[in-house]
């Protein structure tokens, strides 16, 4: 199983928790599922606006080795020319 589907299983699990909380206060079956669902959605939007921003900051991605923001297929801190 890869991480990224590693991660969507802990988030549904979590959501799901929450939705019994829910059930647990007394709150109506139809009610929780639809606050679980639109927590869930809320997260996946937020998740992929913030992972858009983030590939339009870095295209290039980072150094693995420091973290630094590639440009032009190097690392400034890394991969110095001398
Ligand atoms: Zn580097």
């Not at 929450?18 to 809320?42: E, H, N, R």
């Not at 693995?64 to 590639?70: D, E, L, T």
Request: proline share 2%.
């Amino acid at each position: 199983m890869s991480m990224s589907a590693k991660r969507e299983w802990i988030l549904i699990a979590g959501i799901m928790l929450f939705m019994i909380g829910l059930l647990g206060t007394g709150l109506a079956l139809i009610y929780s599922v639809i606050i679980a669902v639109v927590i869930y959605v809320g997260i996946k939007v937020y998740v992929g606006r913030k992972n858009l921003k983030l590939r339009q900051q870095i295209p290039e991605g980072i150094c693995a080795h420091c973290g630094n923001k590639i440009t032009q297929g190097k690392c400034p801190n890394c991969d110095i020319q001398t």
